[in-house]
Nanobody, 116 residues
């Protein structure tokens, strides 16, 4: 019943920007901490950032601080990730994640490719 749908990825040149979205349904979105992860080919999933229900931002990975911003719109049940100053190391599939009723959920992911 829980569903997370990521969108907004694509091909961008180094130094460019993208805004990812995650549309959530099937649970009370406004009460849950939400997290962005990413996974590059051959690597394990990596934490990007998380945001608590009140909107306080927590746990940015050091490499993303100052470039990425996580936010949420509880009225729209949507999680966002604004990504600026992108570099090829940011290329990955980006996933939205939620833990609901002791079970973890994530979407299908959205591909971000940073290439010249």
């Amino acid at each position: 019943q829980v569903q997370l749908v990521e969108s907004g990825g694509g091909l961008v040149q180094p130094g460019g920007s993208l805004r990812l979205s995650c549309a959530a349904s099937g649970f009370t979105f406004s009460t849950y901490t939400m997290t962005w992860y990413r996974q590059a080919p051959g690597k394990e999933r990596e934490l990007v950032a998380c945001i608590v229900s009140s909107g306080v931002i927590r746990n940015y990975v050091d490499a993303m601080k100052g470039r990425f911003t996580i936010s949420r719109d509880n009225a729209k049940n949507t999680l966002y990730l604004q990504m600026n100053s992108l570099n090829p190391e940011d290329s990955a599939v980006y996933y939205c994640d939620a833990r609901v009723a002791l079970k973890e959920y994530w979407g299908q992911g959205t591909q971000v490719t940073v290439s010249s």
